[in-house]
T-cell receptor, first 119, second 116 residues
Framework: AQTVTQSQPEMSVQEAETVTLSCTYDTSESDYYLFWYKQPPSRQMILVIRQEAYKQQNATENRFSVNFQKAAKSFSLKISDSQLGDAAMYFCAYSAANAGGTSYGKLTFGQGTILTVHP | NAGVTQTPKFQVLKTGQSMTLQCAQDMNHEYMSWYRQDPGMGLRLIHYSVGAGITDQGEVPNGYNVSRSTTEDFPLRLLSAAPSQTSVYFC???????????????FGEGSRLTVL
């Protein structure tokens, strides 16, 4: 069974600074997807960024980028120029891909990291 | 386009009562699933469905029942509520691998359930 581990229960960052959230996973699959989801106090789950395992290039979305190390099974999220609105719980998630290279849509989540942004 | 709609948003039950959490999506997604969120444990998959008439168990299925009679609806039934089922429940949907399976889940707003 796949597992996802977020070893940082809480992190904090000053506004405008950079913070990195860690995630490791365990799988025997070679083709899969990795995600970072954000959950603000509203409880809504929001997709931040997605990485396909077959792509060597790290995904980026504006101020959010990942460091995907496939051999080490590591998938960290870097938030640059942190803003007060980035304060939330962040979840790392894994999904296996089927033989066609697309996802089953069943995700395994990490425990979550609470990010606090100080003004 | 409402996305994924869950009802109710909040519910308090007594031990032994039954209830149904409703979930509907209007994106024509084939995949639908239910997760529960507990502190320190992330989200865990309860049941999922890959299409109308097809359901399967996830990681924590005990005490829950699902059915999928239409593409749009995927209700979650608690047969006899227990305090251990106090949690926040999320319904989610996604495209199937046959269409545009990027793996992204689209979530409802969550339902907070308390069992006394």
């Amino acid at each position: 069974a796949q597992t996802v581990t977020q070893s940082q229960p809480e992190m904090s960052v000053q506004e405008a600074e950079t913070v990195t959230l860690s995630c490791t996973y365990d799988t025997s699959e070679s083709d899969y997807y990795l995600f970072w989801y954000k959950q603000p106090p509203s409880r809504q789950m929001i997709l931040v960024i997605r990485q396909e395992a077959y792509k060597q290039q790290n995904a980026t979305e504006n101020r959010f980028s990942v460091n995907f190390q496939k051999a080490a099974k590591s998938f960290s999220l870097k938030i640059s120029d942190s803003q007060l609105g980035d304060a939330a719980m962040y979840f790392c998630a894994y999904s296996a891909a089927n033989a066609g290279g697309t996802s089953y849509g069943k995700l395994t989540f990490g425990q979550g990291t609470i990010l606090t942004v100080h003004p | 386009n409402a996305g994924v709609t869950q009802t109710p948003k909040f519910q308090v039950l007594k031990t032994g009562q039954s209830m149904t959490l409703q979930c509907a999506q209007d994106m024509n997604h084939e995949y639908m699933s239910w997760y529960r969120q507990d502190p320190g444990m992330g989200l865990r998959l309860i049941h999922y469905s890959v299409g109308a008439g097809i359901t399967d168990q996830g990681e924590v299925p005990n005490g829950y029942n699902v059915s999928r009679s239409t593409t749009e609806d995927f209700p979650l039934r608690l047969l006899s509520a227990a305090p251990s089922q106090t949690s926040v429940y999320f319904c989610a949907s996604s495209y199937s691998p046959r269409t545009l399976g990027t793996g992204e889940l689209f979530f409802g707003e969550g339902s907070r359930l308390t069992v006394l």
